[in-house]
């Protein structure tokens, strides 16, 4: 892969920060955009801005098609069966709360299970247990092991005949844990229960096939892969969705409505409730167009690189611990003794090196870990070693600062 190349294609990164070169480490929560994805989005509004579906006019023939151009390119993408598995909503949040408010509500009753783990975003947590409380059904956690990870011999006790619904991320926005998803689905279909996959770690780093990994549900953001903000994906197995409710109703996804009963278009536009997120679905469609053209195999090649190296420069610094195991995805998540991770992100910031801090929207996992909260770098196609150097210098300056202080 040509760094040089990909970097060319950021123009966010071509900038100076407190009057230093931008170094961004926070791609786990947001990526960057290239310029491809960009100009999309902008020929959408400059030539084609209209509705979808609803008219027979040229803009809006053109619109739908690149609308639904963009539903093709993510079902290639995540190899899914058929375009009817591909739904288009706001984002991974919403993706597992539509299974949880339909699926779920028909599905889990008094008395039965919900398995999830400790390392889940609250996005994969809350709505489980908002689900279990109103249907009084019983949340349980796979245990971790010391080092982040999930053993079998665990996911095999904690499910049970009684589970209905497994929920777990494929990889970890803490550890950079990478959870063994296959082997997880086939036990939970051993049990009779539906796998829900929290992807919006794994999809915009490694090579993503829904239909080898078996889940029932996969679901993941755009902006966390080179796409705007605002555009996410919820992908379920053809004949689970065909069988659950929509959770929003309105326009865009009705049949025929009368006074009294209304009837659901099919797939998936039954679960795409008013005007659809058009220009972002069209920004998405472009991500993956840049992505694919630099092929995943290369994109998780790249940050194995990088994830390896910053662990080696990070281990020849005292008084820094790094949590999680060793094997891992593209990100970092750490703590410096005596250097609260805001006040170190706040140092870093001041260089020009943008990482996060704080509890990453996971606080179960963090009283797991014994703290209040971390720092966090993560890597994506455009960083480089060059930057994880800056990363690495500007912690030891912020060792020395806060040396001096005490």
Known sequence: MDIKAVRDAFPILHQDVNGHPLVYLDSSATSQTPTPVIDKIDDYYKRYNSN????VHTLGSVATDEYEGARDKVRSFIN?????????NRGTTTGINTVAESYG???VGEGDEIVITQMEHHSNLIPWQQLAKRKKATLKYIPMQEDGTLAMSDVKETITDKTKIVAVTHVSNVLGTINPIKE???VSHEKGAVLVVDGAQSAPHIKIDVQDLDCDFFAFSGHKMCGPTG????YGKKELLENMEPVEFGG????????????WKELPWKFEGGTPIIA???GLGAAIDYLQNLSMEEVEKHEEELIEYALEKLDAIDGVTVYGPRERAGLVTFN?????PHDLATVLDAEGIAVRAGHHCAQPLMKWLGVNATARASFYLYNTTDEIDSFVEGLQKTKEYFGDVI
């Open 336 to 340: 410096v003794d005596g250097v609260h």
């Open 105 to 107: 509500m028909d599905h």
């Open 280 to 282: 972002g679905a069209i």
């Open 252 to 263: 865009e996804m009705i049949d025929f409505v009368n006074l009294y009963d209304s009837t």
């Open 184 to 186: 997880i689905a086939e």
């Open 52 to 55: 979808v579906h609803r008219g």
């Open 80 to 88: 899914a069966s058929n375009t009817k598995e591909i739904i288009f």
């Open 231 to 234: 555009i996410g994906v919820l």
